[in-house]
């Protein structure tokens, strides 16, 4: 039997992640690794949960235990509406899907509205799990470059103006304007409102992938894209917030959309867990997650400071890096003859592991830069892991 022959175009078109792979290497005893884009596990609220699980057992264990209904709980979606609403974003029950991940609402959207060859713009670099979601749908993904202020908007324009005139067929925006993985930057306030205009006079889908929005260190807070234009599909997650290991994210869209996706949903796995839905709500509900975020945004804060004076210690000259204000990720750029990629296999010698760049690009570059992932690793492990580093580039200069 020849299993290869069956496959499905579909399937033959799907790649493996090329960080899975890196970070299974990381995972070597001794190797201090910031590669993976993992929340610290310091920063899950293990007691708080505890007593929530015995009172959701306790309280409501016939609804809990039970099959939902695909949309998600009505009492967690009031809650994620309520959220929502402090962003000045406005939604109705109607609105929001229950995703298991922003990972599955990323998928849904690519089954709702991308057929083979359909045109989408999105960073460069941006999220390698948006670019597998979207390639298994057969997307032509056209990279758009991000300075400190985001996605460069001027160069979006010109791109879509572009695409046009080759005659393709033009379907999304997809962007993560607040602390972007992989760059940790913030899109600013002028290009947030011009995105959406953009969007609108093209007739795209503006997606916002927003899971790190909540995790601001310093600055000044901006308003979702979502909050200038109800069109806007928003992407939240309780994975950074929360727990990753709940699956638990939402999408606020159109209602004509988020009906099409629940459709979509409904094939896939009939609904999220109800479990996990019914600890998020009192989660919220209670005023544990008000109390447990400033707690998450202390200790990252702290190891976003570590990382950068690291950097600034151990990197040798002609090195640079973003200065994230919130999230999980640094990015940083080496002298232009460095290849990442080619030096990771230096860096696991000296016990300590990255992302290279090129992962995140959907057309090449980024061969001299890294991703740097400063929530995982211990305090201690973020100076000595730098250090490392820092000596590995001295050797290739
Ligand atoms: C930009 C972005 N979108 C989506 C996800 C997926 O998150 P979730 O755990 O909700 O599936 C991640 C996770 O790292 C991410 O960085």
């Given at each position: 039997?020849?299993?290869?022959?069956?496959?499905?175009?579909n399937?033959?078109?799907?790649?493996?992640?090329?960080?899975?792979?890196?970070?299974?290497?990381?995972?070597?005893?001794?190797?201090?690794?910031?590669?993976?884009?993992?929340?610290n596990?310091?920063?899950?609220?293990?007691?708080?949960?505890?007593?929530?699980?015995?009172?959701?057992?306790?309280?409501?264990?016939?609804?809990?235990?039970?099959?939902?209904?695909?949309?998600?709980?009505k009492?967690?979606?009031?809650?994620?509406?309520?959220?929502?609403?402090?962003?000045?974003?406005?939604?109705?029950?109607?609105?929001?899907?229950?995703?298991?991940?922003?990972?599955?609402?990323?998928?849904?959207?690519?089954?709702?509205?991308?057929?083979?060859?359909?045109?989408?713009?999105?960073?460069?670099p941006?999220?390698?799990g948006?670019?597998?979601?979207?390639?298994?749908?057969?997307?032509?993904?056209?990279?758009?470059?991000?300075?400190?202020?985001?996605?460069?908007?001027?160069?979006?324009?010109?791109?879509?103006?572009e695409?046009?005139?080759?005659?393709?067929?033009?379907?999304?925006?997809?962007?993560?304007?607040?602390?972007?993985?992989?760059?940790?930057?913030?899109?600013?306030?002028?290009?947030?409102?011009?995105?959406?205009?953009?969007?609108?006079?093209?007739?795209?889908?503006?997606v916002?992938?927003?899971?790190?929005?909540?995790?601001?260190?310093?600055?000044?807070?901006?308003?979702?894209?979502?909050?200038?234009?109800?069109?806007?599909?928003y992407?939240?997650?309780?994975?950074?917030?929360?727990?990753?290991?709940?699956?638990?994210?939402?999408?606020?869209?159109?209602?004509?959309?988020?009906?099409?996706?629940?459709?979509?949903?409904?094939?896939?796995?009939?609904?999220?867990?109800?479990?996990?839905?019914?600890?998020?709500?009192?989660?919220?509900?209670?005023?544990?997650?008000?109390?447990?975020?400033?707690?998450?945004?202390?200790?990252?804060?702290?190891?976003?400071?570590?990382?950068?004076?690291?950097?600034?210690?151990?990197?040798?000259?002609?090195?640079?890096?973003?200065?994230?204000?919130?999230?999980?990720?640094?990015?940083?750029?080496?002298?232009?003859?460095?290849?990442?990629?080619?030096?990771?296999?230096?860096?696991?010698k000296?016990?300590?592991?990255?992302?290279?760049?090129?992962?995140?690009?959907?057309?090449?570059?980024?061969?001299?830069?890294?991703?740097?992932?400063?929530?995982?690793?211990?305090?201690?492990?973020?100076?000595?892991g730098?250090?490392?580093?820092?000596?590995?580039?001295?050797?290739k200069?």
């Open positions: 039997m020849d299993i290869q022959e069956l496959y499905s175009e399937v033959r078109k799907m790649k493996s992640s090329e960080i899975r792979e890196l970070l299974e290497v990381s995972q070597q005893p001794g190797v201090i690794s910031f590669g993976g884009g993992l929340p596990t310091g920063a899950f609220p293990v007691g708080d949960i505890k007593k929530i699980v015995n009172d959701v057992l306790d309280e409501e264990g016939d609804i809990a235990l039970q099959y939902g209904t695909t949309p998600g709980r009492k967690l979606i009031e809650e994620i509406i309520s959220m929502a609403r402090k962003d000045d974003i406005k939604a109705d029950i109607d609105n929001v899907i229950i995703t298991v991940g922003s990972q599955q609402a990323l998928d849904l959207l690519g089954r709702v509205f991308l057929n083979e060859g359909d045109t989408i713009f999105l960073g460069s941006t999220y390698l948006g670019i597998n979601a979207f390639r298994s749908y057969g997307a032509d993904m056209i990279g758009v470059p991000l300075d400190d202020d985001g996605m460069d908007v001027d160069k979006l324009e010109e791109k879509i103006k695409s046009r005139k080759e005659g393709k067929n033009l379907k999304m925006i997809y962007t993560i304007p607040t602390f972007q993985n992989p760059a940790g930057v913030v899109m600013s306030e002028e290009r947030r409102k011009r995105i959406v205009e953009i969007a609108e006079e093209n007739n795209l889908l503006l916002e992938d927003d899971p790190y929005g909540k995790l601001r260190f310093d600055g000044k807070p901006l308003k979702p894209l979502k909050a200038y234009d109800e069109n806007v599909v992407l939240g997650t309780f994975s950074k917030i929360l727990s990753p290991g709940f699956r638990l994210a939402y999408a606020i869209a159109p209602e004509e959309v988020t009906k099409k996706m629940v459709i979509a949903k409904q094939s896939i796995d009939l609904c999220t867990p109800t479990f996990t839905q019914s600890i998020a709500y009192r989660f919220i509900k209670e005023g544990y997650m008000d109390r447990h975020i400033p707690r998450i945004i202390k200790m990252y804060k702290r190891k976003r400071d570590l990382m950068l004076e690291a950097l600034e210690e151990y990197f040798p000259e002609g090195c640079k890096w973003t200065h994230p204000h919130g999230g999980m990720f640094l990015w940083a750029t080496l002298p232009e003859h460095i290849d990442t990629k080619e030096m990771f296999k230096d860096a696991i000296e016990k300590v592991a990255y992302v290279h760049g090129r992962a995140f690009y959907v057309d090449g570059g980024g061969s001299n830069a890294m991703r740097l992932n400063f929530s995982n690793p211990s305090d201690e492990e973020i100076t000595e730098i250090k490392r580093l820092g000596k590995v580039i001295e050797k200069l």
